[in-house]
C-alpha cells in the first residue's frame, strides 16, 4: 500500500510539472455558424453566396472574431467561366467589428472547366504559437483544364494582417498507384517556425481530399 501510495504521488507530481498544451491560450468557443442566419453587425460580405461563417472569441475573452467565406460566379449558356472566392477576416468587440483582412482569388474567363473551391475540412481557428493572435488557416483548389491534371492548391493562416502560405498542387490519383502533385513552397514563415509546422502537417492531412 505504501508503494502505491508513492506511485501516485511521484505520478501527480510529474504531472502538475508537466508543460500546459501547446495550443493553450487560444480562441473560445470556436464555431461554424448556419450560413443562412444573419451576420454579425458590421460584417459585409464581399460575395454573392455564402459558404462558410465562423466565429470565435479570442483569448481576452472580449475580442471576437469573424471569418465570411463567399464565392461568386459567371456563366453562359453551356457552362461556368468565372468563379470567384473571397475570405474576410473581421475582429473587434461585438457591434464594432472591423475587417482586418481580405483574400480574393479564382478563375476567370476560363473556356474549359472551372475549379474554384475550399477544401472541406480545412477551415481551422488556433493559437499554435501561443502568443495571443488567433490563426484563421484554410485551403483552397483553382485551376482551369481540358484535361485531367493536379489542380492548384493553396493553404493559407491568416493571423491579424499577417498572411502566411503554402502553394502548390493537390495530389492527383494517375492510376496503378501512381499520383501527380502534392508538392508546394511555403512564403511568409519566416521566424514563425511553429505556424509553418502545423501548416505542413495541414497540408498533409488534406492531401487524401
Known amino acids: 500500500m505504501k508503494r502505491c501510495a508513492a506511485l501516485f504521488a511521484f505520478a501527480l507530481l510529474v504531472l502538475s510539472a508537466a508543460p500546459a498544451s501547446a495550443r493553450e491560450p487560444g480562441p473560445h468557443d470556436v464555431a461554424q455558424r448556419n450560413a443562412t442566419e444573419p451576420l454579425p453587425a458590421g460584417v459585409k460580405v464581399k460575395g454573392a453566396t455564402i459558404d462558410q461563417v465562423w466565429t470565435w472569441t479570442e483569448d481576452d475573452l472580449l475580442t471576437t472574431g469573424v471569418a465570411v467565406f463567399s464565392s461568386s460566379e459567371r456563366a453562359t449558356e453551356q457552362h461556368v467561366t468565372e468563379r470567384k472566392l473571397y475570405v474576410q477576416l473581421y475582429r473587434g468587440k461585438p457591434g464594432k467589428l472591423k475587417q482586418v483582412r481580405l483574400v480574393q482569388d479564382g478563375v476567370s474567363g476560363c473556356d474549359f472547366d472551372v475549379t474554384a473551391s475550399l477544401v472541406p475540412g480545412s477551415v481551422t481557428v488556433t493559437d499554435e ?53 502534392g508538392d508546394y513552397k511555403a512564403d511568409g514563415f519566416a521566424k514563425q517556425p511553429a505556424l509553418k509546422s502545423f501548416a505542413v502537417a495541414q497540408w498533409a492531412a488534406l492531401l487524401s481530399k
Request: contains cysteine; charged residues 30%; proline residues 2%.
Open 129 to 181: 504559437d501561443t502568443d495571443g493572435k488567433v490563426e484563421l488557416t484554410f485551403a483552397y483548389d483553382t485551376a482551369c483544364r481540358s484535361d485531367v491534371s493536379p489542380v492548384t492548391r493553396k493553404l493559407l493562416v491568416l493571423e491579424g494582417t499577417a498572411k502566411h502560405a503554402l502553394r502548390g498542387s493537390a495530389k492527383l490519383d494517375v492510376g496503378n498507384g501512381a499520383t501527380e502533385g
